[in-house]
């Protein structure tokens, strides 16, 4: 089996290989490169490379990406051997623009993490993202010739923000935008925290590298290197780092200028505030494609809620949302399972194939094509999403559906989760959480998160005395989710803080077996599936301004939303709830006392009991949207 394995891996990377070469081949026969400075308004010049076609008989599109990781590689002669979005727009014969962000690699100028929008510009120094990309679209259509008036913006992650950053006040030749995973809100749900909560272990194996100062323009032969680890243990190097201020003690010292700002802005303060490009996506001109994977351990939260923002705060723009079954960036090349190219050992827990090509070819080009290339395509549905457990793509006039059922999920006693109120007078679960001893996020041992981790089997939790466990008798029929989860929690805590970590799952029945073809069978007896898992820091339960501490030992309601699913449980399966009070080290550990954490001791960690709920008047639930 283990043979198998490795040849199936073994041909994938061959075969991709193989066509990266193919399609490099075809880029350096058909395309010209070039490389600009191109000054912006306050003369500070960024650094451009741009791939026109050879092809001058006709007019041509123009689709940039403007990027903090490098146009790599540097060089007029030196072809990239893939061009993005996808090889639909090269054979197309698109203009392909990418462009180093001021401060970062060859271009000049300051990089400031997420530059916060400046709405009131009075003169040529007020810049921002949004006047970089006006002041770059402007110069590329006065001297580039062949090109027919029309811009799109495209970016992931944090090209992403770059994408959302250039629709205020974009330039009028911009016609059309795709902020994809896009870097949306540091403190609340992207990337670094999660409801105030810090996402230490991507946090620090990012900045570790990216954050270090550049004080020039340089290539990534120069570039800083990743960070050398001691151990492939995550749980261990973490755990033994101690608290969170230790990283600059021991690692970073003063050199990080951005996790140093992180480490002084632990409420949401006007810092992140002024990060929260949502605030500023109003009237929009040009017709916008956001697209995120429900398996995005990265940027999830701002896909959604960049489409949210888009729809409230705007009538009549052209407004669409994909969200797929995809980790982080995973619709941009491979088929799109989740869990890469090797999916086809996975055997049952996996999508369709190709989910990836079919959304470039259905949706992301002849998005493009509309609106950049005037071509008479049918505007697509205003929602694209894939319902995982059936594996099919929906199309919903708006997101979340409108035709939708609000239904309750109450904790009861015993383990029990039931569509049914609970009677019980008194009724709760407690248990004891140790700083010194944190539920693990995944099973195994990591060095790097693992982008697994967001449908992995959570047996390995739910057998430990510091995770609740509760679930639902078999279901008689299919139950389909789609939109948020909201929970809604009754606790107390003998402490003054305390961390609340929910998380939905699908659960197997027993002797359940996927027999997959002749030669891979997958035995999934009792597989606990996560479906969608979310942490809210406590402290932040009422105001993520004004944190306020637990009254030792008196309930209180904590309730928050966990990022919107779209998820068939099949009849015969379970729906289950885990509740735990840490989720180590993807978040950092809640002292379980009422205190700065990013300046705690080691002295402030304390163990703490945490009860929850489940009686007629401490009522405990996830609040669910069911649809036909």
Known sequence: ??????????????????????????????????????????????????????????????????????????????????????????????????????????????????????????????????????????????????????????????????????????????????????????????????????????????????????????????????????????????????????????????????????????????????????????????????????????????????????????????????????????????????????????????????????????VEFPFFEKYLNNKSVSAPSEAFIFETGSDTWRKFERWPPEKSTEKILYLQKDGLLSFTASREQDSYDEYVSDPSKPVPYDDGIHLSRTQEYMKNDQRFASRRPDVMVYQTEPLEDDVVLAGPVIADLMVSTTGTDADWVVKLIDVYPDNYSNQADDKVSCKLDGYQMLVRGEVMRGKFRNSFEKPEPFVPETPAKVKYALPDVAHCFRKGHRIMIQVQSSWFPLVDRNPQKFVDIYQADEKDFQKATHRIYHDKTNISSIIINVIE
Request: with cysteine.
């Open 1 to 362: 089996m283990k043979k198998t394995i490795f040849i199936l891996i073994l041909g994938i990377g061959l075969s991709s290989y193989a066509q990266k070469d193919e399609k490099a081949a075809y880029i350096s026969q058909n395309y010209i490169k070039t490389e600009h400075y191109i000054a912006m308004r306050d003369g500070v010049k960024l650094f451009t490379t741009i791939y026109e076609p050879a092809d001058k008989s006709k007019k041509h599109p123009v689709i940039i990406t403007r990027t903090p990781y490098s146009l790599s590689p540097y060089g007029e002669d030196k072809y990239h051997r893939s061009l993005i979005p996808s090889m639909l727009f090269v054979k197309e014969g698109y203009i392909i623009v990418y462009q180093d962000v001021r401060g970062r690699w060859m271009s000049e100028g300051e990089f400031v993490d997420i530059r916060p929008h400046n709405p009131e510009k009075k003169g040529k120094r007020d810049i921002d993202e949004s006047s970089d990309t006006y002041d770059t679209v402007e110069w590329l259509m006065k001297n580039l010739t062949s090109h027919n008036g029309n811009v799109g913006i495209y970016g992931i992650s944090y090209p992403g923000f770059y994408a959302s950053a250039s629709l205020p006040g974009a330039h009028p030749a911009v016609k059309a935008v795709s902020p994809q995973a896009p870097v949306t809100d540091w403190f609340i749900g992207d990337d670094w925290h999660h409801n105030g909560a810090f996402m230490m272990m991507d946090a620090f194996n990012f900045y570790s590298s990216f954050g270090k100062p550049r004080p020039e323009p340089i290539t990534p032969d120069k570039g800083p290197k990743p960070f050398k680890y001691y151990t492939q243990d995550n749980y261990k190097f973490f755990l033994e780092l101690g608290p969170v201020k230790n990283v600059q003690l021991k690692y970073f010292g003063d050199t990080l200028k951005f996790w140093n700002d992180v480490m002084r802005h632990g409420n949401y303060d006007d810092f992140w505030k002024a990060r929260n490009i949502r605030t500023h996506l109003k009237d929009i001109k040009p017709a916008t494609l956001v697209v995120g994977g429900f398996f995005d351990a990265e940027d999830c939260w701002g896909a959604l809620h960049t489409y949210e923002a888009l729809e409230k705060q705007n009538t009549g723009n052209h407004n669409y949302l994909v969200m797929g079954p995809w980790y982080h960036g995973g619709w941009s090349g491979g088929t799109g399972g989740w869990y890469g190219e090797a999916s086809e050992i996975m055997c049952d827990i996996k999508p369709e194939k190709n989910t990836a090509t079919w959304y470039q070819e259905n």
